[in-house]
């Protein structure tokens, strides 16, 4: 596992650039092929992006919300459909090779979380308003709707679909059973709030980043947190793991992106950024590793970029 430093070392970034505004949430799709990116000036972009970072970049805007488009995911059976979740209310389906929205629900509150059960039959959204909305996705309409009165922050499903995680503004981690929804575990897991979960794709473990700098490593089986990483001085905002679950990516308003074994706990490279980071998203096919922020240019106002590191310097 020594040779990881080396592995990231001599790795170059590319620079992506269409949005007005910045760029709050990247995601690739199932094949790794393409990635989306939403933004607070109301789009989402598809990039086809080239493993060796090659060739002119062609992207298609998504247009169709009227408010920021604060989370996206792709169907993880179909490398071409999208969701997207936004401050309009809505949350709509895409076509990622026509750029047409195929479906569309009007919500109840403002979107702020959006993702996919791991066999893509259903969505689950999060809105300002604490409430979780369960979709259909084939009737593209709400069969759960549950209020929650704490601040949740962010939801997933484990690889399996039996479990369903809600990190929440009082430091707790809620283990919900799916379809039921009935809270199984009350996780402590930090002092602070939790902002941020990932799974693991191998589903041995998931990760919690939370507002006291710290990233726990919890394993799924036995609900205990395992390691800690402790490489960030600033809330955590976005976490994930690579496609082999042997490494983890975390961000904050560090002037780094922090990439730790996951076996070890040890950091083994620092991706240099400018801003608070938004969104990291690992590749699920090869360590090329997404990430967005709140960079400004010399003028202070928004460049609406995001960044992939991974690509071999030529």
């Not at 790795?11 to 007005?20: N, S, T, V």
Request: net charge negative; aromatic share 10%; proline share 3%.
């Amino acid at each position: 596992m020594e040779e990881a430093p080396a592995k990231f070392k001599n790795l170059g970034c590319r620079e992506y650039q269409g949005h007005k505004k910045k760029v709050h949430s990247v995601a690739w799709n199932c094949t790794g092929t393409k990635l989306a990116s939403g933004s607070v000036d109301h789009t989402a972009r598809v990039w086809n992006i080239d493993a060796h970072g090659h060739g002119k970049v062609k992207d298609i805007e998504l247009k169709g919300h009227t408010d920021s488009v604060d989370q996206l995911c792709w169907d993880p059976k179909h490398a071409d459909l999208l969701a997207t979740a936004a401050g309009d209310k809505t949350v709509r389906l895409w076509d990622a090779r026509s750029g047409k929205c195929s479906q569309q629900a009007e919500l109840s509150g403002e979107n702020i979380n959006i993702t996919y059960k791991p066999d893509g039959t259903h969505l689950a959204v999060g809105n300002k308003e604490d409430e979780l909305t369960i979709l259909d996705v084939r009737k593209f309409k709400p069969i759960h709707r549950r209020k929650f009165n704490y601040e949740v922050n962010e939801i997933a499903w484990n690889t399996t679909g039996e479990l369903f995680f809600l990190t929440t503004g009082n430091g707790t981690v809620e283990v919900l059973g799916y379809p039921s929804l009935k809270i199984l575990h009350t996780l402590m897991a930090h002092t602070a709030g939790c902002y941020c979960i990932a799974i693991d794709p191998i589903g041995r473990y998931f990760a919690v980043g939370s507002a006291d700098s710290l990233v726990g490593l919890w394993d799924v089986s036995e609900m205990l947190c395992v390691r800690t990483f402790t490489k960030l001085e600033w809330p955590v905002r976005t976490i994930s793991f690579n496609h082999t679950g042997e490494f983890i990516a975390s961000a904050s308003e560090d002037p780094f992106i922090d990439i730790s074994n996951v076996q070890t706990g040890r950091s083994v490279h620092q991706i240099p950024c400018k801003a608070a980071m938004n969104s990291v998203e690992w590749n699920p096919k090869q360590n090329l590793l997404a990430y967005a922020g709140d960079d400004k240019n010399k003028y202070q106002t928004d460049e609406g970029v995001f960044r992939v590191f991974g690509f071999e310097s030529t």
